[in-house]
């Protein structure tokens, strides 16, 4: 029989393990599946668009295509809900005649038609000439219908719809910009210091306030869970404050904080503590009393109770407190800038404010980024704790 004959196991790593699961590439079909149907639904209106064009006549005939504008002569049009005019006065007539020939209805029509290009953001207008007629056409820059009114000389000029408008948009998503448009707006903004400095500000916050809830809560949980008559004092107004929203606490914390920074470092810190106690009280109250009462037996101190059984039976509950807190905590400093103004600088009020300033200035786009930044964020965050837990309880390391 052969003898050293050498068997040795490779152990794979979590990477090799996830590329190689049938589940990662569901997962992986599914998200590409996703970003395909959200592209469609996005584009679906543009692709079908179809633009409200309208036809005013002008001048019927070229005698009065050529006729000379006279002072007191005004165009007036109305396009969807609002309105606006041209008139021929005299200072008007006098700078066009002192560079060009007398002012034509043609070249009067012209300027009116610049005037409404420059006012209107949603319609554009042009001027055509066929057949001896003079056009003035208004052309929506959006697939939606609109009524157009337009007179001379309070005398109405008669309008001919070319085009209707027509779209076929899907309700909610088909609103939200394509993920080509979202990753375009991302590389565009991803070599901007402002962007990281929101990164850097916004993971500063949330640690700071994170750590703070952790080296607060994790004591007064435990205290609350061996200690009776600490629990009877302070359980009862912890409970009164717990189901007060960290949002709610915002307009209190800008009136009692001296900075804005601190306002936002309070919330944050609010936004983690209760989660952290509830889980940490209830992971110690849940241990198997049996264990304290044999530990006893053999005569453990109380330090040795707390130390062998009951922090390390707590150790479960205070990561997975700590891991949902994180996820909370990163909710709430990006509401609390957003609504504080983040510092009062768009560079320098974190991801919450970017995604403010962003929807504020009509790029929906770079509030899509700034929503993945988050998600990136906290993931990454959460990914964090997770492998602190794994380290701290190799106990629970089975594979």
């Not at 001048?59 to 609002?82: H, M, P, S």
């Not at 205070?318 to 891991?323: E, H, L, N, P």
């Not at 103004?341 to 970017?354: D, P, V, W, Y």
Request: glycine share 10%; aromatic share 12%.
């Amino acid at each position: 029989m052969a003898s050293g004959t050498n068997l040795s196991i490779k152990k794979r790593s979590k990477f090799e393990r996830a590329i190689s699961s049938l589940t990662f590439w569901r997962g992986v079909v599914a998200l590409l599946g996703f970003l395909v149907v959200w592209e469609i639904c996005s584009r679906m209106e543009r692709w079908t668009a179809e633009y409200q064009v309208v036809e005013h006549l002008i001048a019927g005939n070229e005698t009065d295509i050529n006729k000379v504008v006279n002072e007191g002569d005004v165009l007036y049009a109305t396009i969807g809900e609002y309105g606006t005019e041209l008139n021929a006065n005299r200072e008007m007539l006098k700078a066009w005649n002192e560079k060009n020939s007398p002012m034509t209805l043609k070249d009067f029509t012209k300027s009116f038609v610049q005037q409404i290009n420059k006012e209107f953001k949603t319609h554009s207008a042009n001027v055509m000439e066929r057949d001896n007629n003079l056009f003035l056409i208004i052309i929506g820059n959006k697939p939606e219908a609109f009524k157009t009114e337009m007179t001379l000389n309070d005398k109405e000029l008669a309008g001919d719809m070319k085009s209707e408008a027509f779209k076929i948009a899907v309700p909610w998503i088909g609103k939200v910009p394509p993920p080509t448009e979202v990753v375009e707006a991302w590389t565009e903004i991803i070599g901007l210091p402002g962007y990281w400095e929101s990164w850097y500000l916004s993971t500063g916050r949330v640690f700071v306030g994170f750590l703070v809830a952790q080296l607060i809560g994790i004591p007064f949980g435990l205290a609350l869970a061996v200690n009776r008559y600490f629990r009877d004092i302070f359980f009862p107004p912890f409970e009164v404050l717990r189901p007060i929203p960290p949002l709610a606490w915002v307009p209190a914390s800008i009136v009692f904080w001296p900075t804005t920074e601190m306002s936002i470092a309070f919330v944050t810190f609010l936004g983690a503590f209760f989660t952290i106690v509830i889980n940490v009280l209830g992971g110690a109250q849940s241990i198997d009393v049996r264990y304290l009462r044999a530990a006893q037996s053999m005569g453990a101190t109380q330090w040795h109770l707390f130390s062998k059984i009951i922090l390390p039976g707590t150790l479960p509950s205070i990561f997975t407190g700590a891991a949902v807190g994180m996820g909370i905590t990163w909710e709430v400093v990006l509401a609390g800038e957003m609504i504080s103004g983040g510092g009062g600088q768009q560079a320098s009020g974190g991801l919450g404010f970017f995604i403010w300033s962003s929807y504020m200035g009509g790029t929906v786009a770079q509030v899509i980024v700034g929503m993945i930044s988050i998600g990136i964020a906290g993931y990454l965050s959460s990914s964090l704790i997770r492998f602190i837990g794994d380290r701290s309880m190799p106990w629970r390391r089975l594979f």
